[in-house]
């Protein structure tokens, strides 16, 4: 069971436009959203993060919003650059107490990717 | 500053023998976290470890195991390999357990198994 959902494999955009990635999730403890960037032979690369108690998060050319009602987030590049040619994977989180420390733990679950391509 | 840190880069076995995956945390960070990433899906949560003790589990076997030394860095040890245990095997890091998750990942280990 996915419990985070990118439904687009691909995404084709021209340089200069916009980049909308879309994703989807199931699970109502997700409190904590991030979208990471992936090159291959590399690890991920974190981009921009928001939080459940707000529904927009802007950071330069990035900017994620979030639907909690409908469980859906979505990441916007503008504009586009060939550079951005990439794997991008959603994440959500859920926060568990740590008894013994008083902190918290968080797991990541993660979308299966869409591969965005910016072409020049 | 270094980021995460992991070794082997590639790594080939033959089905059931024993693999360790070595990871260095972000300086500053103490909490591990490690991901299993199979062809064409995305990271999967193995375990987190903080103050060397696991603290939260994913649904790996048992046959996943870790640890992590005073020095914060963590190995990921996997017995009796199977060739579905292929994978990009990615560590993740953070300071201390506040603040979210993890951000930072490493470059991966590419593990295979013939």
């Known amino acids: 069971d996915q419990q985070v959902k990118q439904n687009s494999p691909s995404l084709s955009v021209q340089e200069g436009r916009i980049s909308i990635l879309n994703c989807d999730y199931t699970?109502?403890?997700?409190?904590?959203f991030l979208w990471y960037k992936k090159y291959p032979a590399e690890g991920p690369t974190f981009l921009i993060s928001i939080s459940s108690i707000k529904d927009k998060n802007e950071d330069g050319r990035f900017t994620v919003f979030l639907n909690k009602s409908a469980k859906h987030l979505s990441l916007h590049i503008v504009p586009s650059q060939p550079g951005d040619s990439a794997v991008y994977f959603c994440?959500?989180?859920?926060?568990?107490?740590?008894?013994?420390?008083?902190?918290?733990?968080?797991?990541?679950?993660f979308g299966k990717g869409t591969l965005l391509t910016v072409n020049p | 500053d270094a980021g995460v840190t992991q070794s082997p880069t590639h790594l080939i076995k033959t089905r059931g023998q024993q693999v360790t995956l070595r990871c260095s945390p972000k300086s500053g960070h103490d909490t591990v976290s490690w991901y299993q990433q199979a062809l064409g899906q995305g990271p999967q949560f193995i375990f987190q470890y903080y103050e060397e003790e696991e603290r939260q589990r994913g649904n790996f076997p048992d046959r996943f195991s870790g640890h992590q030394f005073p020095n914060y860095s963590s190995e990921l040890n996997v017995n009796a390999l199977l060739l579905g245990d292929s994978a990009l095997y990615l560590c993740?890091?953070?300071?201390?357990?506040?603040?979210?998750?993890?951000?930072?990942f490493g470059p991966g280990t590419r593990l295979t198994v013939l």
């Open positions: 993740a890091s953070r300071p201390g357990l506040a603040g979210g998750p993890a951000k930072y």
């Open positions: 699970n109502s403890m997700f409190d904590y």
């Open positions: 994440a959500a989180s859920a926060e568990f107490p740590d008894r013994s420390s008083g902190g918290s733990n968080y797991k990541l679950t």
